[in-house]
């Protein structure tokens, strides 16, 4: 599998961890203290999608990246791109 390919579906299950891409310095700054600047029902919804995938809650400093990276890139190694096209059907 490919980097590429990992990162692309990475990014569809899990928008969360790339919010931070559209930060202004307010959004910067609460990050930078754990605190998450999204809306609270997305902070909800996400949560509740990692929590049935058995993953951790999103953690606005970046340290669940690398979980949910690794997730993804073993998921679509096992199982394909299929068995990820289901599970966004429940994000």
């Known amino acids: 599998m490919t980097g590429e390919l990992t990162r692309s579906w990475h990014s569809k299950l899990f928008p969360e961890e790339y919010d931070f891409i ?3 310095l307010v959004d910067y700054k ?3 203290r754990g605190v998450d600047p999204m809306i609270k029902t997305y902070q909800e919804k996400s949560a509740a999608f ?3 995938l058995g993953l951790s809650p999103f953690d606005p400093s970046g340290r669940t990246f690398q ?3 690794n997730w993804t890139k073993e ?3 096992v199982f394909g791109e299929s068995f990820l096209e289901e599970t966004l059907k429940f994000r």
């Open 22 to 24: 559209h930060d202004d």
């Open 30 to 32: 609460a990050r930078k």
């Open 50 to 52: 990692r929590k049935k």
């Open 67 to 69: 979980e949910t990276f």
């Open 75 to 77: 998921k679509l190694e």
